[in-house]
């Protein structure tokens, strides 16, 4: 069974922090997703990787298959990052982990 | 192009009665599921079906049905609704387990 785990679970920065929020997961996958949750609730994609880095704006993330590891990083950060962040097994079924709750306060 | 449309957005219902949440996808996608959150615990999968004709069961599918008889929709069945079934669900598309996933916006259900 893949489990997904995430760390820290809470955490609170000073606006223009630099973040990393990680990930690991237990069986081999060919790709890892990362979303983000607002407060009212809605789902959004930020990444779906399968090797090496992306980055979108202040958002990078990085996964190391051989270590079963990914890292999502934010640059600068602003307190409208704040959110859940939450990494996703990409093997069918998607297996969740239980989320990062971010606060960035100004 | 609406992608997921998940309703309704909200439900409050009674212990005992039933009802179904609809999901619909116009991305022509494949694999779809639906999930529940609750607090502390994450997204968990309740069913989820790799295309029209397909289902299987996640890790907390008792009390729900799905079906798939289409590849845009994907309804989840409350069969006899318990106050233990209460949660926010969310439907969830995409091409394939390996691709980008796209969400609805969920629904807060509670039972009472």
């Known amino acids: 069974k893949n489990e997904v785990e995430q760390s820290p679970q809470n955490l609170t920065a000073q606006e223009g922090e630099f973040i990393t929020i990680n990930c690991s997961y237990s069986v081999g996958i060919s790709a890892l997703h990362w979303l983000q949750q607002h407060p009212g609730g809605g789902i959004v994609s930020l990444f779906m990787?399968?090797?090496g880095k992306k980055k979108h704006g202040r958002l990078i993330a990085t996964i190391n298959i051989q270590e079963k590891h990914s890292s999502l990083h934010i640059t600068a950060s602003h307190p409208r990052d704040s959110a859940v962040y939450i990494c996703v097994s990409g093997n069918t079924p998607l297996v969740f982990g239980k989320g990062t709750r971010l606060s960035v306060i100004a | 192009n609406a992608g997921v449309t998940q309703t309704p957005k909200f439900q409050v219902l009674k212990t005992g009665q039933s009802m179904t949440l609809q999901c619909a996808q116009d991305m022509n996608h494949e694999y779809m599921s639906w999930y529940r959150q609750d607090p502390g615990m994450g997204l968990r999968l309740i069913h989820y079906s790799v295309g029209a004709g397909i289902t299987d069961q996640g890790e907390v599918p008792n009390g729900y049905n799905v079906s798939r008889s289409t590849t845009e929709d994907f309804p989840l069945r409350l069969l006899s609704a318990a106050p233990s079934q209460t949660s926010v669900y969310f439907c969830?598309?995409?091409?394939?387990?390996?691709?980008?996933?796209?969400f609805g916006q969920g629904t807060r259900l509670t039972v009472v």
């Open positions: 969830a598309s995409s091409y394939s387990g390996n691709t980008e996933a796209f």
């Open positions: 990787l399968s090797s």
